[in-house]
């Protein structure tokens, strides 16, 4: 298993407890601001797709293609940070 911030490779946990996503908190926190950072870019890219589908432009399948490209970081960080998140103390 490795950061999935940076990479770095986390130590393997003895005993119970589910598995590290991040090697630390500025890690974790990073991880939120480019969740923040990713939101706000697929939002621009999706209304520039929308503007290239109507003018009949070829760009939209690219703009497509990058859209679900961060839609899958997205998705990975969000899955990290839940996997991640007993100091929240819920459950
Ligand atoms: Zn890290």
Sequence with gaps: ??????????PAIDGPGRPRKFCGEVCRKAATLEIRRLDG????????????RFKGASLA????????RLEARLGDLLAAQEGDAEVAGHE
């Design 41 to 52: 870019r697929i939002s621009k890219l999706e209304a520039m797709e929308s503007t290239y």
């Design 61 to 68: 399948g690219s703009v497509a293609v990058e859209i679900r």
């Design 1 to 10: 298993m490795n950061c999935v911030k940076c990479g770095t490779e986390l």
